[in-house]
């Protein structure tokens, strides 16, 4: 009777974990953009390895990316990015950890288009500032789909623009995320 | 008063070089790593141990070197044309050597299977410590080349 209860008891146990992971998404290859269009110069990049968790039932998100790896056209405007305007070797990650505001519009087990808010902090060169962000979560096949579009301010990070270039250069930055997750198996 | 024309022509010299430079180096893009001498080979468990010990001294030693990993394929994610291959131990969701590769070497990658040993070189990006706990740390290099299949 003990053993019987033991071993129901462990099969409870990791029914509850895998249904805990099946409410988590996940990906490690997430995309993310940036756009600055300055007065003379528009200057963009792109990075293909974000890494990105959601938890279906609390909403709480969070982002990971490693500065270095955006990809820029031009070898130059990497090399200023990371040594003169982000610091890459001082504040190598950037990251945001936050809330879906709404999640419980969002139907995780059924395909449909959804809109959402998401509020939570973007740590970017060492600072850390509350955002807010609307974007979408496209679910197609049990598969949620992640998109947003925002801009943020150099100023409000603490990243400064020589003043040499500080008319060719915009201090708004708009940014594009993409990620379609995969479900989380522990 | 030949002195003059001496003059001008050589800081028209001056002028173009300088010019040429510039624009060169205004418009250089990333070289390839296929010709470019790794400053580290290493395993990838190793590697990815090394970080897990204390980044900050691993970060410090690698950063902005170039790496030749040598280890295990765990996996390989295509993603809109893209191809990176994982590298470390077989455990799932434990922690990994990530592997971007270059465009020119998509194909080499997508051929790879779960259990080959390969050798790949690539730019160190960084190490992303796993703040959830569910995910495994990463050690990422981009712009990956496929060095040799064993």
Same mark, same amino acid.
């Given at each position: 009777? %003990? ?6 008891? &462990?099969?409870?146990v990791?029914?509850s974990?895998?249904?805990?992971a !099946? $409410?988590?998404?996940?990906?490690k290859?997430?995309r993310?953009?940036?756009v600055?269009?300055?007065n003379?110069?528009?200057i ?5 390895g ?11 998100i ?5 500065m270095?790896?955006?990809?820029f056209p ?5 090399e ?9 070797? %001082? ?6 950890k &936050? ?8 139907k995780y087990? !059924? $395909?449909?288009?959804?809109?959402t ?33 925002f ?8 990243i400064?623009?020589?003043s ?5 250069i ?8 993409d990620c379609?997750?995969?479900?989380l198996?522990n | 008063?030949?002195k003059?024309?001496?003059?001008i022509t050589?800081?028209v010299?001056v002028?173009?070089a300088?010019g ?11 070289v390839?790593?296929?010709?470019v001498?790794p ?8 590697l990815?141990?090394e ?10 030693k690698y950063?902005?070197?170039?790496l030749?990993?040598?280890?295990i394929?765990?996996?390989v ?12 131990d077989?455990?799932e ?11 020119a070497h998509?194909?080499a990658?997508?051929?790879f ?7 790949i070189?690539g ?17 990422e290099l ?9």
């Amino acid at each position: 009777m %003990k053993k019987r209860v033991i071993s129901l008891t &462990g099969v409870l146990v990791l029914l509850s974990v895998l249904a805990s992971a !099946q $409410d988590k998404f996940f990906t490690k290859n997430g995309r993310i953009s940036f756009v600055s269009k300055g007065n003379v110069e528009t200057i963009s990049a792109k990075h293909k390895g974000i890494t990105c968790v959601v938890d279906s039932k609390s909403g709480a998100i969070q982002f990971a990316v490693l500065m270095k790896g955006f990809e820029f056209p031009k070898a130059l405007m990497q090399e200023h990015f990371n040594e003169n305007y982000v610091e890459s070797d %001082k504040y190598p990650k950037a990251d945001f950890k &936050g809330q879906v505001v709404n999640n419980g519009d969002v139907k995780y087990g !059924q $395909d449909g288009v959804y809109n959402t808010k998401t509020k939570g902090t973007l740590t970017l060169h060492g600072v850390t500032k509350e955002i807010e962000v609307p974007g979408k979560i496209t679910v197609k096949g049990g598969k949620p789909q992640l998109s947003a579009d925002f801009t943020i301010l150099l100023s409000d990070y603490n990243i400064k623009i020589p003043s040499l270039v500080k008319e060719n250069i915009s201090n708004t930055v708009s940014i594009t995320v993409d990620c379609a997750l995969e479900p989380l198996k522990n | 008063m030949r002195k003059k024309p001496l003059i001008i022509t050589g800081i028209v010299l001056v002028l173009g070089a300088a010019g040429i430079y510039a624009y060169r180096e205004y418009n250089r893009t990333n070289v390839n790593l296929v010709e470019v001498a790794p400053d580290f080979t290493v395993e990838a468990t190793a590697l990815v141990d090394e970080f897990l010990a204390n980044d900050s001294v691993a970060y410090n030693k690698y950063r902005n070197k170039i790496l030749v990993v040598q280890g295990i394929v765990k996996g390989v994610d295509r993603v809109d044309g893209d191809c990176t291959v994982v590298l470390g131990d077989t455990v799932e969701m434990s922690s990994s050597v990530r592997c971007l590769l270059d465009s020119a070497h998509v194909a080499a990658g997508s051929a790879f299977r779960r259990g080959n040993r390969v050798t790949i070189k690539g730019a160190i990006t960084g190490f992303k410590k796993d703040d959830t706990g569910l995910l495994g740390s990463d050690v990422e290099l981009t712009r990956c080349v496929v060095e040799e299949k064993k």
